[in-house]
């Protein structure tokens, strides 16, 4: 599939395997590490364990440009009510560019009806990132803020 919105180069999702999880996890501390360092929650061996947990390569998608250069990565679980989207990383040289709103809007147009939910970090950029696609948090825990995105009708 592939995508252009916002000026945003074209992408195509492609299914994650096993073999991809080392550098999924080197591209999660590269976009992560500076937020997780600024609240004090910085620790490689957390992250590791942490991604470990999450990775499902059923689930994930890399995001690649039309040569097959990783851009980034996602999870994508389609639930009954709803979609929830997780570890969304973009290359730093990626971001800013509307790869990210291309994604997601590539995401939402799966299932249009549905909700979107997602967390996201406490005080970290990704939020306003998400607040300007339409994202509410509606709940709140200690380091992470759950947001929704509604359902286009």
Same mark, same amino acid.
């Given at each position: ?12 999702? %492609?299914?994650?395997?096993? /073999?991809?999880?080392?550098? !999924?996890?080197?591209?999660? =501390? $590269?976009?992560?590490? +500076?937020?997780? &360092? ?22 994930? %998608?890399?995001?690649?440009? /039309?040569?097959?250069?990783? !851009?980034?990565?996602?999870? =994508? $679980?389609?639930?009954? +009510?709803?979609? &929830? ?32 939910r997602l967390e996201v970090l406490r ?7 998400? &607040? ?22």
């Amino acid at each position: 599939m592939s995508e252009r919105e916002g000026g945003a180069a074209p992408f195509h999702f %492609r299914p994650a395997a096993e /073999a991809d999880f080392e550098r !999924l996890l080197d591209l999660s =501390i $590269r976009t992560l590490r +500076a937020d997780l &360092e600024r609240i004090g929650r910085w620790d490689p061996e957390r992250r590791r364990r942490r991604m470990r947990e999450s990775f499902d390569p059923a689930a994930t %998608r890399l995001i690649e440009d /039309a040569a097959g250069t990783l !851009l980034g990565c996602v999870t =994508i $679980r389609h639930g009954a +009510a709803e979609t &929830e989207v997780s570890n969304l990383y973009l290359e730093p040289a990626a971001q800013g560019r509307g790869l990210g709103r291309a994604v997601m809007a590539a995401i939402a147009a799966e299932r249009p009806t549905l909700p979107v939910r997602l967390e996201v970090l406490r005080q970290s950029g990704a939020q306003r990132f998400y &607040e300007r696609l339409g994202f509410a948090v509606v709940a709140e825990q200690e380091f992470d803020r759950a947001m929704l995105l509604p359902a286009r009708v």
